[in-house]
């Protein structure tokens, strides 16, 4: 056996730890996702003989978008000031019906993230910016009525985090970025969500979703201040907020509508 593992491993079939990054990529996510889809729909049909009916569909949604960190918030309101702050999530969804009530669902969605800032004697306009490739699973508890409730985690893959900054009433017109700050980002998240939505059906299997869902982080993104001042670092941390470190979490709640197909009994209630 141990000639064996060794032998693989020569192979590269085991990708090292330090190869994760490479493997994350924009463009293995999406052959990843599309792989785990098949997957996803392979284990979903060898169960809805058992259950109540499979469901599939497609989601969007526009989210408030906010991104907290204890020194930010606790930093004098002229220098930094959280502003309210917009992204959006779309993607493809899939459910199993144990039973009438009970189900699970999972979702794939891209989405986009943004925290604006600004102060209250400076007023600049400062932004983080990054893509998420977002993977919610879901406990759905459903009335007769088509009204749910859902509960569950989010794992996130981020990508592509950019920090910018303008200053327009300055003397002289101060412009930077969006800069590319992903080294200062961390690199994937998980999350908690909720929701509360109904089903309505339209005829033919079909269904519109309509929602609002709310989740936010448990893992430490990390990241930058409204200034761009990179959190992470000690000599930041000592200069401005008293050599104390603080977690960054993620916040969001967004109206979803959907279009989903049901096939199974569920279909026919």
Known sequence: ????????????????????????????????TGFTLIIAASLLSSFSARGQGLQAGVKGSLNSTWLFNNNVSDAAAKYQTYVPSFGQSYGVSGA???SKVIGV?????????????TGDSAEYDAETYFNVIEVPLLLKLKSSTG?????GGVYGLISNVTYSYEDPDALVDIVRGPNDI????????????IGLGVDIKIGLGLSLT??????????????????????????????YYNGKYQPTHSASAGFLL???????????D
């Open 1 to 32: 056996m141990r000639k064996f593992i060794i032998a693989i491993m020569k192979q590269n079939l085991f990708t090292p730890l330090d190869n994760l990054e490479k493997i994350c990529s924009q463009k293995n996510i999406f052959y990843l």
């Open 96 to 98: 199993l019906y144990f």
């Open 105 to 117: 669902e999972m979702n794939f969605l891209y989405s986009t993230h943004r925290q604006k800032y």
């Open 147 to 151: 009204a749910y409730l859902e509960i």
């Open 182 to 193: 992903s080294d200062k980002f961390a690199k994937n998240t998980l999350d908690g969500m």
């Open 210 to 239: 309509t929602a609002m869902r709310f989740w936010g982080s448990f893992t430490d993104l990390k990241g930058v201040d409204a200034l761009g001042r990179d959190l992470s670092d000690q000599v930041n941390l000592d200069l």
């Open 258 to 268: 959907g279009l989903t197909y049901s096939i199974g009994k569920i279909a026919k």
